[in-house]
């Protein structure tokens, strides 16, 4: 099992920053996929980014080029670093685990205001 939390959500404005931090339980190294999704009132949960365990990476097309996502193994944690923000960005942010199952934190809240 894994466990995971998030923290770093906030409120920011249109054209800003801010870097969400998904710890795990465990160690990562192994982990086959972590990643973000992002949940949006009334819509339904959709992927940002995922990190392999070799350390390839996918982006939803919406953040290429905005957002990275990476991991710092010794500390358990991956990361998402959002830059150049949009009103459309605003939405609960999941961390992701797949190994031997499917495991999700309890979510962070990203707010861009226009």
């Known amino acids: 099992q894994v466990q995971l939390a998030e923290s770093g959500g906030g409120l920011v404005q249109a054209g800003g920053s801010l870097r969400l931090s998904c710890a795990a339980s465990?160690?990562?190294?192994?982990?086959?996929?972590m990643g973000w999704y992002r949940q949006a009132p009334g819509k339904q949960r959709d992927l940002v980014a995922t990190?392999?365990?070799?350390?390839?990476?996918n982006y939803a097309d919406s953040v290429k080029g905005r957002f990275t996502i990476s991991r710092d193994i010794a500390q358990n944690t991956i990361y998402l670093q959002m830059n150049s923000l949009k009103p459309e960005d605003t939405a609960v942010y999941y961390c992701n685990a797949q190994h031997y199952g499917t495991y999700w934190g309890q979510g962070t809240q990203v707010t861009v205001s226009s």
């Open positions: 990190i392999r365990a070799g350390g390839s990476t």
């Open positions: 465990r160690s990562i190294f192994s982990i086959t996929v």
